[in-house]
T-cell receptor
Framework: LAKTTQPISMDSYEGQEVNITCSHN???????ITWYQQFPSQGPRFIIQ???TKVTNEVASLFIPADRKSSTLSLPRVSLSDTAVYYC??????????????FGKGTHLIIQP | DAGVIQSPRHEVTEMGQEVTLRCKPI?????LFWYRQTMMRGLELLIY????????DSGMPEDRFSAKMPNASFSTLKIQPSEPRDSAVYFC??????????????FGPGTRLTVL
């Protein structure tokens, strides 16, 4: 099953756009890409999911190139409240088993004033 | 909807004691997951259930850990005997559809376990 690699930490400033990239070189044809966000002392919460090209919702955008070997979570005009850990998951739509649910350590995003 | 409910929120116990963590999933959700989070290893899946049946427990670290789901609205994760290295935050999550791992998971607030 596809393994993901993402930066351990990133920092930025309020009002900036932040892009977090996740590498998944071994992504399979039926794999989807899902991003979760976790605030301190809380459980992770779903942000966005995609299969290819671009997906946008009220929180973020997800860019997936044609080869799908990486994906980029884009947070527009971040604020201090966007400081959190962001996880990238790659898993099939069904039958993925436990391997597809590996959250790992995620990317610690710190937003400064 | 109250969301996923976990109890207790904090647990402090001594090495060798039995610990039971509890979870009430969101009503109507078919999947229930137990995770453990530590600084060293991040967020790890321990076990998950589908319609109350354990599907994959390969993440359970050893025989000291056991999980049950006697009905659709309740699950327990038990550690017996507990050890200091079990200290972590344990999360329960549930998922609404039988579509597999890409379905959105809804996490509870977690139980912070400290084993002295």
């Amino acid at each position: 099953l596809a393994k993901t690699t993402q930066p351990i930490s990133m920092d930025s400033y309020e009002g900036q756009e932040v892009n977090i990239t996740c590498s998944h070189n071994n992504i399979a044809t039926n794999d989807y890409i899902t991003w979760y966000q976790q605030f301190p002392s809380q459980g992770p919460r779903f942000i966005i999911q995609g299969y290819k090209t671009k997906v946008t919702n009220e929180v973020a955008s997800l860019f997936i190139p044609a080869d799908r070997k990486s994906s980029t979570l884009s947070l527009p005009r971040v604020s201090l409240s966007d400081t959190a850990v962001y996880y990238c998951l790659v898993a099939p739509a069904s039958g993925g088993g436990a391997d597809g649910l590996t959250f790992g350590k995620g990317t610690h995003l710190i937003i400064q004033p | 909807d109250a969301g996923v409910i976990q109890s207790p929120r904090h647990e402090v116990t001594e090495m060798g004691q039995e610990v039971t963590l509890r979870c009430k999933p969101i009503s109507g959700h078919d999947y229930l997951f137990w995770y453990r989070q530590t600084m060293m290893r991040g967020l790890e899946l321990l076990i998950y259930f589908n319609n109350n049946v354990p599907i994959d427990d390969s993440g359970m670290p050893e025989d000291r850990f056991s999980a049950k789901m006697p009905n659709a609205s309740f699950s327990t994760l038990k550690i017996q005997p507990s050890e200091p290295r079990d200290s972590a935050v344990y999360f329960c999550a549930s998922s609404p559809l039988a579509g597999g791992s890409t379905d959105t998971q809804y996490f509870g607030p977690g139980t912070r376990l400290t084993v002295l």
